[in-house]
Antibody, heavy 124, light 110 residues
Framework: EVQLLESGGGLVQPGGSLRLSCVAS????????MSWVRQAPGKGLEWVSG????????YYADSVKGRFTISRDNSKNTLYLQMNSLRAEDTAVYYC?????????????????WGRGTLVTVSS | QSVVTQPPSASGTPGQRVTISCSGS????????VTWYHQLPGTAPKLLIY???QRPSGVPDRFSGSKSGTSASLAISGLLSEDEADYYC???????????FGTGTKVTVL
């Protein structure tokens, strides 16, 4: 069974930093791209950042570019999100998501597994 | 504000068919596959449709997806009370070099 477990959320002051972690199990973590997706209270889903499953390419939403850094440690089956210069508008539940729904014959772009999320609150 | 738009709400009575639209542009829906998710309150999103019109294993065939040009649609037929949730489309955007989620649609079962 695939499991994604996020941690590291909490209350932080504006301008502060946090590092989120997502521990994966139940699948070949190193072979799949992974993403962070967030949801502000009462709002919709927003893709934040992604890390390729085939090379070291990383991708960011414009809203976090230059402030957030995504990384992964395949030896620990763990995805990270380092968040710096946090703003009130970064307050959200942050989900870790596995990219790639695979059938018997092929894999397709899709966030097919999600963690339960970790809440980040940026407030003074 | 997302570059991919959905109607904020949709509704129907049990048994009816409801359709949700997802409107984008040539840099996203026009050139990449669309996925659909639903989200019950307080829970993580769940994949409903991948590659525009394919259902993952375990998703009922009441859910169907389609795409034409720069728009996509999700149809729910035989509406059930348990279908009351928020629905999102998502797609890669070649200009933004990242994924974009639609603005989301709240489906209410009357």
């Amino acid at each position: 069974e695939v499991q994604l477990l996020e941690s590291g959320g909490g209350l932080v002051q504006p301008g502060g930093s946090l590092r989120l972690s997502c521990v994966a199990s139940g699948f070949a973590f190193r072979s799949f791209a992974m993403s962070w997706v967030r949801q502000a209270p009462g709002k919709g889903l927003e893709w934040v950042s992604g890390f390729s499953g085939v090379d070291t390419s990383t991708y960011y939403a414009d809203s976090v570019k230059g402030r957030f850094t995504i990384s992964r440690d395949n030896s620990k089956n763990t995805l990270y999100l380092q968040m710096n210069s946090l703003r009130a508008e970064d307050t959200a539940v942050y989900y870790c998501a596995k990219e790639g729904y695979c059938t018997r014959f092929n894999c397709f772009e899709a966030f097919d597994q999600w963690g339960r999320g970790t809440l980040v609150t940026v407030s003074s | 504000q997302s570059v991919v738009t959905q109607p904020p709400s949709a509704s129907g009575t049990p048994g009816q068919r409801v359709t949700i639209s997802c409107s984008g542009s040539s840099s996203n829906i026009g050139s990449n596959p669309v996925t659909w998710y639903h989200q019950l309150p307080g829970t993580a999103p769940k994949l409903l449709i991948y590659s525009n019109d394919q259902r993952p294993s375990g998703v009922p065939d009441r859910f169907s997806g389609s795409k034409s040009g720069t728009s996509a649609s999700l149809a729910i037929s035989g509406l059930l009370s348990e279908d009351e949730a928020d629905y999102y489309c998502a797609v890669w955007d070649d200009s933004l070099n990242g994924y974009v989620f639609g603005t989301g649609t709240k489906v209410t079962v009357l």
